[in-house]
Nanobody, 120 residues
């Protein structure tokens, strides 16, 4: 079983910055991709940013240029630096990891979610 533990988030004024981190633990053989999703009240969960094992990244159009995703493969940890935050970035942010666990079992795990609130 693979667990994801998130940290960071909180309340910030518009234009401010916040950082999120997510550490994966458990019987992990390899992680092919880690990412951040978010879900605002009344809306569907959406991809914010993703980074694959080779280092390639993918961002939602709404955050490109403001958010930066990075990863420490040795620590199985992914980070999201959020700058120039807007009220519309307010949501619960979820970490996601996809990979292979012991016995070559594929996994797709989610963190518990962390609240990000941007005040205007």
């Amino acid at each position: 079983q693979v667990q994801l533990v998130e940290s960071g988030g909180g309340l910030v004024q518009a234009g401010g910055s916040l950082g999120l981190s997510c550490a994966a633990s458990g019987s992990i053989l390899s992680i092919s991709a880690m990412g951040w999703y978010r879900q605002a009240p009344g809306k569907q969960r959406e991809l914010v940013a993703q980074i694959v094992s080779g280092g390639s990244t993918n961002y939602a159009d709404s955050v490109r240029g403001r958010f930066t995703i990075s990863r420490d493969n040795a620590k199985n940890t992914v980070y999201l630096q959020m700058n120039s935050l807007k009220p519309e970035d307010t949501a619960v942010y979820y970490c996601n990891a996809i990979g292979v666990a012991v016995a070559l079992r594929p996994f797709a795990s989610w963190g518990q979610g962390t609240q990000v609130t941007v005040s205007s």
